[in-house]
């Protein structure tokens, strides 16, 4: 596992701006992503390139640099703002004598410092392992012999082969009971389908304000800071809304510029409450200056977790902080919402936010005329049963027409019912009383 950085340690930021757009990162994210995993930032060291070295990703001089802010005891962990392969990591340390940490790796030390569920712990601590999995030869250079001496010649397993052989049995068991989390999950949102309960999911980029519109939605108490990666477990709550069905709100784990493949497929349990929601709100810091490019980052994730065809709606957040700027609804050319402008601290727009809810998950009531045989008693004890009927009349010996009125959702579902699609007589007249058409 990973060394945890800790309170106060010294840290020098290493950042490189290339000329290709691929291969950018914000220096001023990093600098948070590094004050978010608790350590102090004592400086800063940037160059230009064209494209990395490779042997230590940074230059000659660069690396002369480090070497001497290490040697004047002003740092303990080199941060490099970009992802190192395992040969550049090692080659780094060696020639500068301190720690160093990519990019990837911090992101996977903060979520190990913020995990705090079972299932959390469970999926960062595999994502580590297949990160470290490729690491291990820094750290056992000097073990890379056959074991010997008394009591210690065997069938000749290196100390690597071991390391590596115990981490591989490691990763294998965390598959196994992270797919009993996922089983769980499941059994979980089909439950949810059954009672026919929606689900709407939070996505965005990290320390958007999820957590507070989540807490003010919700009457919760969930953790909520302003810094990155503040909430990693998922939580669910069920939230009322006025002439509307119920939903279940879910707060998700915040979107980052290159996530860590191993974060993306460790937490696909967690993610699934976003594949397979009813709705996302997609929560956007409208003081960003890069709002535009941690879109599309958003957007880019939801793909890779084929989310992205899940009905999205803007929810652009702490419009408190732009000066004379007032709650608003955006909407399409046939009158649908497409972007809700509130602010979750100041309360400003909540009332919009769940109007627009309320419109999206109304409940749609549906008149009818229903004609049925009548020896279709079991159709007719049903349309009883579920207290549909409001009147009835016999039209000859052969038809029973019966005038029913019922939520939109379950006249669908009767229509689709194979017990009742022989009897079912298409309607003579129906109508909707409520709800949008």
């Known amino acids: 596992m990973f060394e945890r950085p800790k309170s106060g340690e010294r840290a020098v930021l290493v950042h490189i701006d290339f000329s290709d757009e691929n291969q950018k990162e914000a220096l001023s994210e990093f600098k948070e992503l590094a004050i978010s995993a608790g350590v102090q930032v004592t400086a800063v060291v940037s160059t230009q ?76 601590e595999l994502a580590q392992l297949e990160h470290l999995s490729t690491r291990l030869v820094r750290g056992w250079t000097h073990l890379e012999r056959q074991k010997g001496g008394i009591g210690l010649r065997g069938p000749g397993e290196t100390q690597l082969e071991t390391d590596r052989r115990l981490i591989g049995g490691r990763i294998k068991q965390l598959h196994k009971r992270l797919s009993k989390v996922q089983s769980r999950r499941q059994q979980g949102r089909r439950s949810r389908q059954r009672a026919e309960i929606p689900t709407v999911s939070l996505v965005g980029y990290t320390n958007a304000g999820k957590s507070t ?176 009927v409001i009147s009835e009349r016999v039209i000859n010996d052969q038809i029973l027409e019966l005038d029913v009125e019922m939520p939109d959702k379950y006249w669908h579902a009767l229509q689709k019912d194979s017990e009742f699609a022989g009897h079912l007589i298409y309607p003579t007249d129906s109508k909707y009383l409520a709800g949008a058409a």
């Open 213 to 388: 519109l989540f807490n003010v939605l919700t009457s919760s108490e969930v953790y909520a800071a302003d810094q990155l990666f503040a909430t990693l477990d998922p939580t669910l709550r069920r939230v009322e809304l006025p002439d509307a069905e119920p939903v279940i709100l879910a707060d998700t784990v915040g979107f980052i510029r290159h996530l860590p493949h191993q974060l993306v497929a460790a937490f696909q349990s967690t993610l699934e409450e976003t594949r397979e929601a009813d709705l996302l709100l997609h929560l956007i810091d409208a003081t960003d200056e890069e709002r535009q490019d941690h879109l599309e980052e958003v957007h880019k994730v939801l793909r890779e977790i084929d989310a992205f065809e899940v009905p999205r709606i803007e929810v652009y957040n702490k419009i408190d902080m732009l000066e004379g700027f007032q709650p608003r609804i955006d909407r399409d050319e046939h009158g649908r919402a497409v972007r809700v402008w509130i602010s979750a601290v100041s309360g400003a727009g909540l009332d919009l936010l769940r109007q627009v809810l309320v419109e999206t998950f109304r409940v749609r009531v549906f008149r009818t005329l229903v004609q049925i045989p009548v020896d279709a008693g079991r159709l007719r004890a049903r349309l009883y049963e579920k207290g549909v």
């Open 49 to 124: 390139r064209h494209r990395p070295d490779p042997k230590y990703f940074l230059g000659s001089g660069k690396v002369d640099e480090l070497r001497q802010l290490v040697a004047e005891g002003h740092v303990d962990v080199a941060l490099v703002n970009h992802d190192l392969s395992p040969s550049q990591e090692r080659n780094l340390e060696r020639e500068i004598q301190c720690r160093v940490l990519d990019r990837s790796g911090l992101i996977l030390d903060i979520f190990a410092q913020r995990a705090r569920s079972h299932d959390g712990r469970l999926q960062v």
